[in-house]
């Protein structure tokens, strides 16, 4: 069974400043697809970041990208000048690519962003 | 505007008594799921369809019940069997194939009185 863990439950970062989320997972796939998901105040879950793990290169959204280390299988988000809108939970998730392939969670963490 | 739509928003049950959380969708989405938030346990999938009248368990079916009759449509019965069903309910849809993302609605707030 796959896993996705993030130790981490609380960090706060001053804004416009980068702060790195972790995120590390476990599975026997070879091929499969990881996701970062944000989740503000108002509880609506929105896409973030999505990483196919056959490619080498770190996807990356504008001020957010990732860290992808596939042998020891981590996942990191990195947020550049960090803004007041930023502060949320952030999900990281994992789907691999069988027939009933379904997306599994990790605990999330809770990001706040001072003014 | 395409999207999820998920009522009612905030509901309470008195204990005993079955309810059901509407999720539609307009986005042409084969697959639909149902996921549930409690407080420091990340989201946990409930039940998934990939096509219309097949679903599966996810992991922690017991005490919910779901149809797919309709691809637009993916309601969940929480059912007296739930033992603590206070939780965020959150219903979600993507394309069928894997990897692909998956778009969530505005979730729903089952409280137990």
């Not at chain 2, 679903?55 to 005490?63: N, R, S, T, Y």
């Not at chain 2, 309601?75 to 069903?85: E, F, G, I, M, Y």
Request: overall charge neutral; proline content about 4%.
């Amino acid at each position: 069974a796959q896993t996705v863990t993030q130790s981490q439950p609380e960090m706060s970062v001053q804004e416009a400043e980068t702060v790195t989320l972790s995120c590390t997972y476990d599975t026997s796939e070879s091929n499969y697809y990881l996701f970062w998901y944000k989740q503000p105040p108002s509880r609506q879950m929105i896409l973030v970041i999505r990483q196919e793990a056959y490619k080498q290169q770190n996807a990356t959204e504008n001020r957010f990208s990732v860290n992808f280390q596939k042998a020891a299988k981590s996942f990191s988000l990195k947020i550049s000048d960090s803004q007041l809108g930023d502060t949320a939970m952030y999900f990281c998730a994992f789907t691999s690519t069988g027939a009933n392939s379904k997306l599994t969670f990790g605990k999330g963490i809770t990001l706040s962003v001072r003014p | 505007d395409g999207g999820i739509t998920q009522s009612p928003k905030y509901l309470f049950r008195k204990e005993g008594q079955n309810v059901t959380l509407s999720c539609e969708q307009n986005l042409n989405h084969d697959a639909m799921y149902w996921y549930r938030q409690d407080p420091g346990q990340g989201l946990r999938l409930i039940y998934y369809s990939q096509i219309v009248n097949d679903f599966q368990k996810g992991d922690i079916a017991e005490g919910y019940s779901v149809s797919r009759e309709k691809k637009e449509s993916f309601p969940l019965t929480v059912t007296s069997a739930q033992k603590n069903p206070t939780a965020f309910y959150l219903c979600a849809s993507s394309l069928w194939t894997a990897g692909n993302t998956i778009y969530f609605g505005e979730g729903s707030w089952l409280t137990v009185v």
